[in-house]
């Protein structure tokens, strides 16, 4: 559908400001689904929580349309992740290991990990756009600021508040911070800070991108009990539970 006719559809039935809003978050959607990678720095803020989970120190998001994967250092000590299309976990373990969890057998602390950090933000943006209320604003330097609130909140947690900041000139979504609660982890803040713009290679968004030759894979269906001692060996004692066995 052209510019045109959203601009007249949105204009007839809602406020002028909501209109707008809207456009800013289209055009925005329209640009994150380039062959461009956007890489976001990340800081979170988090109340306490049924979940014992220590964020990292630094955490990048890397991410292209609804693909992205994510860079977590600890002291000398880094890792990535990523979610394919099934929503399974896949983490490297050093340089020629990585480890599949399929969404079943997500344990709570690396599931809330999942929600806290994924970045699927063409998604995103559409929903925000569809089924949130709107309120546009500018910044000193005349970038847009949009705060977004959902039409209805749900019993078991989510999204409570955003705030989407988007360049004036490129487009993209420079700044975002997201507002979200679930009972079983507690009141969580994020923010994704822009930090650079690059090609994108399509093998990043898999394991084999960040790990040297003849590495090895283990899932479920290959060699599922070594996973458990490859993430307590790696992130301690808690990490056993990361992984739970489907009813």
Not at 3 to 9: K, P
Not at 49 to 72: I, K, Q, S, Y
Not at 146 to 174: C, M, W, Y
Request: hydrophobic share 40%; glycine share 6%; with cysteine.
């Amino acid at each position: 559908m052209c510019l045109g006719g959203i601009v007249f559809g949105l204009s007839r039935w809602e406020p002028s400001s909501v209109a707008s809003a809207a456009i800013v978050i289209q055009a925005a959607e329209s640009v994150h689904a380039e062959q461009l990678e956007r890489v976001y720095v990340v800081e979170s803020e988090r109340s306490e929580a049924a979940v014992p989970f220590v964020p990292p120190r630094d955490v990048r998001v890397a991410t292209r349309g609804d693909r992205f994967f994510v860079t977590m250092s600890r002291g000398p000590r880094q890792w990535i992740w990523g979610c394919d299309a099934a929503g399974s976990i896949w983490m490297t373990v050093g340089k020629r290991r990585a480890i599949v969890v399929e969404d079943d057998e997500l344990g709570p602390a690396l599931r809330y990990v999942s929600d806290l950090y994924s970045l699927e933000i063409e998604t995103l943006l559409r929903n925000f756009r569809r089924h949130c209320r709107l309120e546009q604003s500018q910044d000193e330097s005349g970038d847009h600021v949009i705060r977004v609130v959902p039409r209805f909140t749900n019993a078991r947690g989510g999204l409570r508040k955003a705030t989407i900041e988007v360049d004036r000139e490129s487009k993209a979504v420079r700044r975002l911070v997201l507002d979200r609660e679930f009972p079983e982890y507690g009141k969580s803040t994020v923010t994704f800070t822009l930090v650079d713009t690059r090609p994108a290679t399509e093998t990043d968004y898999s394991p084999a991108g960040h790990l040297e030759e003849r590495y090895e894979l283990l899932s479920r269906a290959t060699v599922p009990d070594r996973r458990r001692e490859l993430l307590t060996n790696w992130f301690g004692s808690p990490a056993e539970r990361w992984i739970v066995t489907p009813e």
